[in-house]
């Protein structure tokens, strides 16, 4: 309990109930977690299943609309799917790429952040050069590129089976030198500080001094970083499942959902595209907004000006 009550206590949480952007931020989040982690129990169709679905169902309007069924709230795509069930399994893939993702680029660029800032010289030069030769191409240019060959190489079929893997590998793979740099700028500064030194004379092993004292010390920024990142890596299968690189639409994410209504946009069904839309957009600020107020929070000298 005395635990509890000083988690309560802390300014961390006081800052957090003093900023109602925050709260609602997190509320919304959490929101969406909850729906797409509970979406086999509240969602009203699974749309993996085709004996749930029915073609005659198909493009009907949300509910609101004259020609809406109370039992399709949303309305229903093209292929008779309720709009509700999709987003809700829809969001959850998405969140699943946008987290696994996020890790893979903290686990390989965090290594890599730590290593490089500890040894300095040419391993230092080495992987920020490769970082620099990384960054000079765009994560959709390197992900179109890998995701195509594999899908020529190997067929749609299988890629449809390991849409999720590549999407979380390509991603994370290619965003890993954001948490580099970070990384090894924090570890510059910390590795002169005193008790850095006072592990090295009791004869601390290289690892164990970067990973069980300077790591951390750097947790912060990586925890901002990590929170942006998640969104960037949402919008990035979103756009590549826009471009038919990402989930196939058996497997519908957020961008996926998008593509499959788009082509019915101007034929009236609006609603196909725009309400997953609207739920990407609100699922990314609220990322961003999160995120931003962890920045500030985090941060001392912004807490000072504050």
């Known amino acids: 309990m005395s635990a509890v009550r000083a988690a309560l206590q802390s300014n961390f949480v006081y800052r957090f109930l003093g900023d109602p952007v925050a709260m609602v931020s997190a509320g919304v989040l959490l929101l969406f977690v909850l729906g797409a982690a509970l979406a086999p129990w509240i969602a009203p169709q699974n749309p993996y299943d085709p004996l749930q679905i029915d073609i005659m169902d198909s493009e009907i309007p949300p509910v609101w609309q004259a020609e809406g069924e109370a039992r399709f709230v949303f309305g229903t795509d093209a292929q008779g799917r309720d709009m509700l069930s999709t987003i809700l399994y829809g969001t959850g893939i998405s969140l699943t790429i946008g987290v696994f993702a996020v890790l ?12 490089s800032g500890y040894y300095g010289g040419r391993v230092d030069g080495f992987f920020m050069r490769l970082a620099d030769i990384q960054l000079s191409f765009s994560t959709l240019m390197v992900a179109i590129i890998v995701l195509a060959v594999f899908q020529a190489a190997f067929g749609v079929g299988l890629y449809e089976e390991l849409a999720i893997i590549m999407l979380i590998l390509v991603i994370g793979i290619a965003e890993w030198p954001q948490y580099a740099r970070t990384v090894r700028a924090n570890v510059l500064a910390e590795k002169e500080k ?3 030194d006072a592990a090295r004379v009791i004869g601390l092993s290289r690892l164990r001094i970067m990973f069980r004292h300077i790591l951390p010390n750097t947790l912060s920024p990586i925890l901002v970083i990590s929170t942006v990142q998640v969104a960037n ?11 038919g690189l990402g989930m196939p639409v058996t497997k519908p994410s957020l961008g996926s959902l ?4 788009f082509e019915f946009i101007f034929s009236g069904t609006w609603w196909i595209t725009i309400i997953p839309s609207i739920v990407l957009i609100v699922l990314i600020l609220a990322i961003n907004l999160l995120g931003d107020w962890l920045r500030d929070v985090l941060n001392p000298r912004l807490y000072k000006e504050t």
């Open 258 to 261: 998008i593509r499959a209504g």
């Open 194 to 196: 005193e008790y850095v």
């Open 104 to 115: 893979l680029q903290g686990l390989i660029g965090v290594t890599i952040g730590l290593i």
């Open 233 to 243: 890596a949402i919008v990035a299968e979103a756009a590549l499942s826009f471009l």
